[in-house]
């Protein structure tokens, strides 16, 4: 079971002073919740290697885990200060000299990628009517039994304790945030889309010289956000789906239909935003390559089975 540890604040130490640029004088953060998770095994869902449904590229710390710190800051803004900015920030743990670099950082609630991370914020255009807190979240490779340990940044005296105590436990999972069901599966002669070069408009189509179009048309419906600035938004693309087929062998993704059935497009997003209530159920249709194979087939989200259908011929 996933337990969040809220840091005290006595911890952080009510503020932190970071430095936006050379000529401005560091401005106050004052820890308004930070949590920490720790984990032994991560998942890059934007690695090259592996494929997400059916052998994802799995990450493991030799020497301890994988700490996941997630704080949110409140800034002092004043007149004169224009952005808060802190860069190369690493983790200073007790009798090491250098600072660990960061390793990772979630992209989305249930999106681990490899790669650096910063403190960013530009004042608010509307400030003071409108204020607008700091967010940071930044994964760190630490031996086991580290409990302890310091933020800092380059070329900056800013320092920020932080208490590294937490159970292992898994990443949140992909498939807790939607509810899919399939709706039909069918085969297709091939897809018909509008296109636009040098705009110019023409139509082209998709017609398989080997295998077959399998089209599946979905409904979900949103369970919980998936933003780490403490939105309210679920965020998802149409090339993280994928479909295994009776064989147990994923098909090609093609695509979906955009632009109310007249675009085709393979990379393609989609983003809701909420204040009370979850957005209403939604349509999504994908288009896959395969045998056309008759029988079950398992639609997953990324590393998550979501939805199973059966094509019929």
């Not at 290697?49 to 590229?57: N, T, W």
């Not at 009798?95 to 910063?118: C, L, V």
């Not at 031996?143 to 105590?165: F, H, K």
């Not at 209530?277 to 349509?283: H, I, M, Q």
């Amino acid at each position: 079971m996933i337990r969040n540890i809220l840091f005290a604040l006595t911890a952080f130490g009510l503020a932190a002073n970071a430095t936006p640029a050379l000529s401005q004088d560091p401005p106050p953060l004052t820890v308004l919740k930070a949590e920490t998770k720790r984990y032994d095994t991560l998942i890059d869902m934007r690695s090259k290697p592996g494929v997400l449904c059916c052998a994802p590229f799995r990450l493991t710390n030799p020497d301890g885990d994988f700490v996941h710190l997630s704080i949110q800051f409140d800034v002092g803004w004043t007149d004169e200060m224009k952005d808060v900015r802190l860069r190369g920030i690493g983790l200073l743990l007790p009798g090491e000299k250098k600072p660990r670099p960061i390793f990772g950082y979630f992209e989305r609630a249930e999106i681990f990628r490899t790669g650096m991370n910063t403190i960013f914020q530009r004042k608010p255009r509307k400030w003071p009517n409108v204020d607008e807190d700091v967010w940071f979240n930044a994964v760190f490779m630490v031996p086991r039994g580290t409990t302890t340990g310091t933020l800092v940044a380059q070329r900056s005296d800013w320092r920020l304790d932080v208490d590294l105590a937490a159970p292992t436990t898994e990443p949140l999972k992909p498939s807790s945030l939607i509810k899919t069901t399939i709706e039909e599966m069918s085969i297709v002669d091939g897809i018909t889309s509008d296109y636009k070069s040098s705009r110019q408009l023409t139509l082209g189509k998709i017609k398989p010289s080997t295998g077959k179009i399998v089209e599946v048309k979905t409904r979900q419906q949103i369970l919980a956000s998936n933003g780490i600035k403490g939105i309210k938004e679920f965020f998802d693309r149409a090339q993280d789906y994928a479909l295994v087929g009776p064989d147990g062998a994923p098909l090609r993704f093609l695509g979906t239909i955009t632009n109310q059935g007249k675009t085709f497009q393979q990379r393609w997003s989609r983003s809701s935003r909420w204040q009370s209530a979850l957005p209403e159920v939604n349509t999504y249709t994908l288009y896959f390559l395969g045998n056309g194979a008759p029988g079950p087939y398992t639609l997953y989200w990324m590393t998550d089975p979501i939805a199973t259908g059966t094509l019929v011929q």
